[in-house]
């Protein structure tokens, strides 16, 4: 079921729950930013999920919201973790849902990055 993806931020959502370590994950990386970690259910060979560790809802809640020090921070652990697993070279995608009409179902901002095989047209 699509979220909103707009209003207050949901600290009961799975995200959260696995940033404060209630429900397991398959982690790829971790900084002070960022929390990386396998898809449940993948959409390509590579399919990681990489999580602010602070609460935004959407891009937008997002870029509106955290400092330019976080910004960055969760953009060049992204870049890094495309890298890290391969993927510059091959090629990737990088896809970010919000509300409703994207289909976004976990209301914590959060990029989808797909690769390690050739990916259908977009949109995925
Ligand atoms: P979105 O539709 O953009 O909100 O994407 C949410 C993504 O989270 C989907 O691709 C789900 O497969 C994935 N997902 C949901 N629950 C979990 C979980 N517990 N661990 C890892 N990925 C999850």
């Not at 207050?8 to 429900?23: H, M, Q, S, V």
């Not at 982690?27 to 609460?55: C, G, S, T, Y």
């Amino acid at each position: 079921m699509a979220v909103k993806g707009t209003g207050a931020y949901n600290p009961e959502n799975i995200f959260a729950k696995i940033l404060r370590g209630d429900i397991p994950c398959k982690k790829v990386f971790e900084n002070e930013w960022v929390l990386a970690f396998q898809d449940i259910a993948p959409k390509a060979a590579v399919h990681v999920l990489v999580i602010p560790k602070n609460p935004y809802v959407s891009f937008i809640d997002f870029t509106k919201t955290a400092s330019e020090a976080e910004i960055a921070g969760v953009m060049k652990a992204a870049s890094l973790i495309a890298s890290d697993l391969g993927l510059e070279e091959s090629g990737y995608r990088v896809i970010t849902n919000a509300g409703e009409n994207s289909g976004q179902e976990v209301p914590h901002f959060h990029l989808h990055l797909l690769g390690g095989q050739p990916l259908p047209p977009f949109p995925v």
